[in-house]
């Protein structure tokens, strides 16, 4: 079947807060052009690292658009953070994480299910049979980095792209007034807390992070807002974003407890500030003839931290202390780059010297 996808770009990816896989390995799987729709395509469109994704029947790209005009004066360090919940969303993934869950498969990252929610899906087994079923080529895949899991969730989220798997709608519409029933309350309530959370620190909070992230990362915003979608479950640690949307879990704890701070640091998985990022860690482990695939993370989490401490009061203690994640095998790195932050007023700066002293105490 001829299909006629509209083109979806991702210039920065974040598979999930404490591990990444690399965009690049995206931005190979499929590079032809397709037919575009254009309203409101401004969603989809910020190179670099853009891929223009489509099935078969693709035909020759639409002819160039005109130069953006580029607002000089524009603050760039300034963002604006819109926050939806999508009953949709919340839907397919549910539907995902739970025939993860049922899967007797060594399966990479299974996100568990709460115990109320284990406990209702034994009870409707046969409702969800067909869901079941639907999810098995998805089993393996990341909602991120898988390509029909990309375009479900852009879908059914406004984005204007197909939904490509009629199994799965198919599927889904039938579960769902078994969804709506047991399962849509409790996670509605969730969400819906989440929500009002997030935009009540937001309101309070948002343009002092925003340019306190700025001046840790010596970085710029993106002109376009940033949408999150609050979802039930979203990945095993709790968030991934493209340049259409960041989706978090409401279901996760260290993410309740730090929503300021990772709205902030899922905003700079985007470009133009990701990729100005991604090139300073590179330029200081090339420098220092290191390689670490993940230093560019750390500078992340470590800014960020930095930045949510400067604006909620001395006594907040950023995500990657709270959750242990700059205590375990990446100690030496943020260690390193601890101790050189306050020491240099820019990111590229602190990633040298930080890289110099691991390279340092490496020669020893």
Known sequence: MERDWAALTLPSTNAYAGERRCADASARLITSACSLRMTRMKTFFSAPLAIMICASGCVAPSPASPPQVVDLARDSTAIAIEVHTSHDLALFLFSYHAARSLSDRELRNRRPLSVKDAALLAEHAE?????????QPYLDAHPLFDRNMLFMGANLTGGLVEFPDPA?????DAFRPTY???????????TDSYRAML???IAQYGDAMARAVVRELSGEWRVEPIRIDVVPYATRIGAYTNSHHTVISASQPDYRTHALEMAFHEAAHTDPMFSQLREVAAEALEA???EERRFWHYLQFYGVGRAARSVLGEDYVPYHEATGLSSRSAKPWYDAIAAVWDDHDTLRDRAHAAAALIAAREAS
């Open 127 to 135: 409702a969800f049979a067909p869901v079941y079923a639907a999810f």
């Open 168 to 172: 799965v709608s198919a599927a889904m």
């Open 180 to 190: 709506e029933a047991y399962f849509a309350p409790a996670h509605r309530a969730a």
């Open 199 to 201: 935009e009540s620190q």
């Open 288 to 290: 220092n003839g290191l």
